[in-house]
C-alpha cells in the first residue's frame, strides 16, 4: 500500500461521466484530493503511475453488499470484504442487513462503523433495517439509525409483507431524507421455491419462484411511493414486468431508483442446468427475455445502477442438495468484467454508459458525493483494463467465501489497481 501525498496517474483514458468526461489525459490527487494539477515541486515528489492504454475512472459505488461482521464472520468480515471491494474497484460499498444480521438501533450502526473504520479499506456506509429485527412487524427507530449514519433502510431479505408497515416506513423515511432499499418479493409465494419458476425448474424436478412474486411488490411499493413522495429503491430487479412498472412510475414523476446485479445481465435460469448451487441466488436467475428487459432498463435510465449484491456463503453450507443450499453468490470482485461481458462486448452499451452505471449513477441514488473525479473529490480512483482477460479462479478470490456464479468463465475487464483518497488499497498481482 501507498501513502503518497501526491499521485500523478498519467496517459490513461480518463472516464468521469458525472463530468462528461471522455478522453486522454492525467489525475492528480493531492493529500487525498482531486486537484486541477500538480505544481513542479509536487511533482517532482509524486508517485507516477503510467496507465497508458489504460481507463482511469471514478472508484465504484456499491449499493448492495453484505458484509456479515458482527455476525457470520466465517462468510465475510470488513477486513476481507472491502479488500474484495477494491480488488473489484469498488471504494464506497452500502453494507446492506442481512440474515440474522440486525441493525436497528444506533448502538449497532456505532459497532459497525467503528469495525468498518478499524478494517476496512475502502469507504463503508452502513444501511439500518426498516422493521425491529427484521421482522416486518414494527418500525425501526428510523431517526435515529440516520443520525448514527445510516444512509439507507432495508430489510434486504424478507422486505416488509405488511402495506400499512411499508407505508409508515416511507413516511417517516422522507421526514430524515433516507431512501428505503427495498427487496420486493411476496414471500407468501415464493418462499418453498429456489429457482425461476418455469421450463426450466419444470425440467429440473425444482420448485420455482414466479415473477409476480416480484412484481406485485415492485407495483404496490411504487404506489406507496407515489401516496407519501418518499424515496423508493428497488433492489437487485430481475423481472421484465417489475422494469415495466418501474418505467411507468419514472414517467409518473415517482422517487423510485433501482439497481441489477452482474448475475442477473449475464446469467439466465438455463445456467442452473448442473444444479450449480453457486447459481442458486435471490431473487433467482430467470429467462433470456427478462435478462434482456433489464439491459434495455439500464440502457434507457429505468434502471440507475449495477450493484454487485455480495452474498457470500461458505464452501460447506454451499456444497449439498440444490434444494437445501442458502441463496447467494459473491459478486464483488467480478461486477466490472460481468458487466463489461454482458454489456460492452455484446454491444448493448458504451463503456463510458457502463461506468456512469457504476459511479454517478450508485451515489445519486444516496445522495453521496463520491462516484466523481471532480477537482476537491476524494480521490477515490480506479485503473482498469476493459480488454484484460478475467479467469474466474476461486483459488483468486480475496473474499472469505468462493461462492462466484462465474467459476470457471473467462470475463474480459480486469481491475489493475484501486485508491480511496489517494491510497493505493489494491494493485494486481
Known amino acids: ?238 423481472s421484465f414486468r417489475a422494469v415495466d412498472v418501474i418505467r411507468d412510475a419514472k414517467k409518473h414523476d415517482v422517487r423510485v431508483s433501482a439497481e441489477v446485479s452482474p448475475s442477473h445481465l449475464l446469467l439466465t435460469d438455463a445456467d442452473v442446468g448442473a444444479y450449480d448451487t453457486n447459481k442458486k441466488i435471490n431473487p433467482p436467475l430467470r429467462a433470456e427475455k427478462d435478462r434482456l428487459a433489464l439491459i434495455e432498463g439500464l440502457k434507457d435510465g429505468t434502471i440507475d445502477a449495477i450493484a454487485s449484491d455480495h452474498s457470500p456463503r461458505t464452501p460447506t453450507e454451499k456444497d449439498c442438495e440444490f434444494d437445501y443450499a442458502p441463496f447467494g453468490a459473491i459478486n464483488l470482485e467480478t461486477t466490472l468484467a460481468a458487466a463489461i461481458e454482458a454489456l460492452v462486448r455484446s454491444g448493448a452499451m458504451t463503456l463510458s454508459a457502463v461506468v456512469e452505471k457504476l459511479t454517478v449513477g450508485p451515489a445519486r441514488v444516496i445522495g453521496s458525493p463520491a462516484g466523481t473525479l471532480s477537482v476537491g473529490a476524494d480521490a477515490d480512483v480506479v485503473i482498469f483494463d476493459p480488454e484484460a482477460p478475467v479467469e474466474v479462479v476461486p483459488e483468486n478470490f480475496v473474499s472469505r467465501s468462493r461462492n462466484s456464479p462465474f467459476v470457471g468463465r473467462t470475463l474480459h475487464g480486469k481491475v489493475l489497481a484501486t485508491l480511496v483518497r489517494g491510497k493505493v488499497v489494491y494493485e494486481a498481482r
Open 1 to 238: 500500500m501507498s501513502a503518497d501525498s501526491y499521485v500523478l496517474i498519467k496517459n490513461g483514458l480518463v472516464i468521469d461521466p458525472a463530468n462528461g468526461r471522455e478522453s486522454v489525459g492525467d489525475v492528480a490527487v493531492a493529500d487525498g484530493k482531486i486537484v486541477p494539477e500538480l505544481s513542479p515541486e509536487q511533482r517532482e515528489r509524486a508517485r507516477v503511475i503510467d496507465v497508458t492504454g489504460k481507463v482511469v475512472a471514478p472508484g465504484f459505488v456499491d449499493l448492495n453488499a453484505h458484509l456479515y461482521q458482527p455476525g457470520k464472520t466465517a462468510r465475510e468480515t470488513f477486513a476481507s470484504g472491502t479488500a474484495a471491494a477494491a480488488a473489484g474497484g469498488f471504494t464506497t460499498v452500502v453494507c446492506t442487513p442481512d440474515e440474522k444480521i440486525v441493525v436497528d438501533n444506533a448502538g449497532t450502526v456505532r459497532l459497525v462503523k467503528e469495525l468498518a473504520d478499524k478494517d476496512g479499506v475502502v469507504n463503508v456506509l452502513p444501511a439500518g433495517n426498516i422493521t425491529l429485527g427484521g421482522e416486518g412487524e414494527r418500525l425501526a427507530p428510523i431517526g435515529a439509525l440516520k443520525k448514527a449514519g445510516c444512509v439507507a433502510i432495508s430489510d434486504s431479505v424478507g422486505g416488509v409483507a405488511n402495506n400499512e408497515i411499508m407505508r409508515r416506513a416511507l413516511e417517516y423515511s422522507s421526514m430524515f431524507d433516507m431512501p428505503i432499499f427495498d427487496h420486493c418479493q411476496d414471500t407468501s409465494m415464493s418462499r418453498t421455491g429456489v429457482m425461476h419458476e418455469g421450463e426450466k425448474s419444470l425440467r429440473l424436478g425444482l420448485r420455482g419462484m414466479p415473477r409476480a412474486s416480484e412484481d406485485i411488490v415492485v407495483a404496490s411499493d411504487t404506489l406507496l411511493s407515489r401516496l407519501t413522495s418518499a424515496r423508493l429503491h428497488v433492489q437487485h430487479v430481475s
